[in-house]
C-alpha cells in the first residue's frame, strides 16, 4: 500500500454536469476525510467517516454533494449539478487516530467546470 | 475572525538563512497543533507536530503558546528545496471527530 490514492487526477466538466471522486485510502485507516482547496487558500474540511458512518458534515457541503463509503474502505464524493464555483482541488486524507496525528493526504483531484 | 491566521508572504529568504514564519488560532480549546508543507499543486504533507514543551526536528523547531495561542516555526540553514507553502493547522481534538482546520499557508522563497 503506497499510500492514499484519488481517482482521477484531474477532470473538466460543463457546467450542470454530474461528477464522482473516488478515494482509496491507506488500508489499515478506518478514518476518511474528504477537503476541498481552492487557490490561495488552506484546506477546508467538506466531510468525515469512520469505518462506513458518515460522522460529520461541513456546511460547506451543499445538497449538492454527497459523499459515500460503503464497505468502510474507499470512498466516492459527487457533486450534481456542477456549478464554476466547484472547481477547487478535492482531497482525500486518512487517519488512524483522528486529528492527533495527522492525516495522510492523497494527490487530489483537481476539478475544473467550464 | 479567521480561525487560523497566517501572514501569506511570501517570505524571499538567501539560502543559508533563518526563516520564522507565526500563526494565531482563536479557538482556545484547539488541542492539536501541525504544520504542513505544501508544494506547487501538490497534496499537503505533514511536515510536524506542535507540542506545549516545543519540539525539533533537523533544522525545523516549532514552538506553541497556548496563552497566546501562536504557533510558530522556525528552519535554520536554509535549503533552496525548503520552498514551498508553510501550513499552520490546528484541531480541537487529540483523537475525535472533527476536522483539521487549515490557515491560508505561508509561501516561503529561498534563494541561491
Known amino acids: 500500500d503506497t499510500g492514499v490514492s484519488q481517482d482521477p487526477r484531474h477532470k473538466i466538466t460543463k457546467r450542470g454536469q454530474n461528477v464522482t471522486f473516488r478515494c482509496d485510502p491507506i488500508s489499515e485507516h478506518n478514518r476518511l476525510y474528504w477537503y476541498r482547496q481552492t487557490l490561495g487558500q488552506g484546506p477546508e474540511f467538506l466531510t468525515y467517516?469512520?469505518?462506513?458512518?458518515?460522522?460529520?458534515k461541513s456546511r460547506l457541503l451543499s445538497d449538492r454533494f454527497s459523499a459515500e463509503r460503503p464497505k468502510g474502505s474507499f470512498s466516492t464524493l459527487e457533486i450534481q449539478r456542477t456549478e464554476q464555483g466547484d472547481s477547487a482541488m478535492y482531497l482525500c486524507?486518512?487517519?488512524?487516530?483522528?486529528?492527533?496525528?495527522?492525516?495522510?493526504f492523497g494527490s487530489g483531484t483537481r476539478l475544473t467546470v467550464v | 475572525r479567521k480561525e487560523v491566521e497566517q501572514d501569506p508572504g511570501p517570505f524571499n529568504v538567501p539560502e543559508g538563512a533563518t526563516v520564522a514564519f507565526n500563526c494565531t488560532y482563536s479557538n482556545s480549546a484547539s488541542q492539536s497543533f501541525f504544520w504542513y508543507r505544501q508544494d506547487c499543486r501538490k497534496e499537503p504533507k505533514l511536515l510536524m507536530s506542535v507540542y506545549s514543551s516545543g519540539n525539533e526536528d533537523g533544522r525545523f523547531t516549532a514552538q506553541l503558546n497556548r496563552a497566546s495561542q501562536y504557533i510558530s516555526l522556525l528552519i535554520r540553514d536554509s535549503k533552496l528545496s525548503d520552498s514551498a507553502t508553510y501550513l499552520c493547522v490546528v484541531s480541537l481534538s487529540g483523537g475525535g471527530a472533527d476536522g483539521l482546520t487549515f490557515g491560508k499557508g505561508t509561501h516561503l522563497i529561498i534563494q541561491p
Open positions: 467517516f469512520q469505518n462506513e458512518a458518515q460522522l460529520e
Open positions: 486524507a486518512s487517519s488512524s487516530f483522528g486529528t492527533a496525528y495527522g492525516y495522510t
